[in-house]
C-alpha cells in the first residue's frame, strides 16, 4: 500500500503528468503508424530511423543547436533519402536498410565524439529520458497526434488498399506514389518525435509491439488500427507505473510492458483480420 500510495503521489507532480501525457500521445502516433508499418513490412525501415536519430543530435550538439530542433526535419530528409535510394537501387530492402542504419549510426558515434560532455548524457538518447519532455513537446506531440489521425482517417480506404493490395489499389486510380511519401514521412516525424521518450534504441519496438499485439487481437482493418493505437497508449501509462513503481528507466519500462501485452494477445484465440 505504501508503494502505491508513493506511486500516486509522484503522479500528482507536474514532471510526471507531463511525462505521462507524453507517453500517451507518443503511445497512441506510435500503435497507430506502427498497424501500417508491419503490415507493408517497413519495422526495419522504422528501426533505421530510430538509428539514424543519433546522427542528427550528434549534428545538433556538433552545431550548437538544440538537438529538437535538428531531429525532426533531419528524420524527414533522411526518410525521403532512404526511399530514393530504395526505388533506385537493386539492392534487397533489408541489406539496404542494414548499410543505412549500420553507418548512419557509426557516423553519429563519430559525430558525437568531437563533442565535448554531453549534459543530457548517453544513456538518455539511447533509451530515452520521458521525465525530461517539456511543454513544448506535448504541444508538438499532441498536434502531430492530429496530423496523423486526420491522415488515416481521410485517406483510410486507400491506405487499406494500399497495405493490402497495391496493384488494385494503383489500378483503382490512388495515388500510390503520393501516399507513400506521405506516410514515410509522418512515420519519420513520429519517430523523431518519440526519441526524446524512448531512445534511439527502442523506437523500432515501441512502433511495431503494440501494432503486432492488436493484429492478433482484431477481426477487422479499422479495429486493428484503432486497437494498436490503444494498446500503444496502454504500454505508455502501465510502463510509467511500472517506472515510478520500481524506480527503472521510464523508455525500457514501457517497452517492457509492451511486451507484457503482446504475450498476452498471443495466448488469446487468433482472429483472422478483414478488410472491413
Known sequence: MSDLTRVIELFQLPFMQRALLGGVLTGLMGGLMGSFTIL???????DALGHSALLGISIGLLLGINPSLVLLPFAVLFALGITYLLERTR???????NI???????IGV???SFVGQYKGGINNILFGDILAVRQSDLVVSALLVVVCIGFVG???RSQILLTLHEPLAIASGIAASAHRTAFIVLLALVVGVSIKAIGVLLISAFVVIPACAARMLSRTFTGYVMLSAGLGALGAVLGMVLSALLNLPSGPAIVTMQLAIFLVAMVLPRTKLSAV
Request: charge should be neutral.
Open 100 to 106: 543505412v542504419y549500420s553507418s548512419s549510426l557509426a
Open 154 to 156: 481521410l485517406t483510410l
Open 40 to 46: 507493408r513490412q517497413l519495422s526495419f525501415f522504422s
Open 91 to 97: 539492392l534487397w530492402t533489408d541489406a539496404l536498410l
Open 110 to 112: 563519430i559525430v558525437l
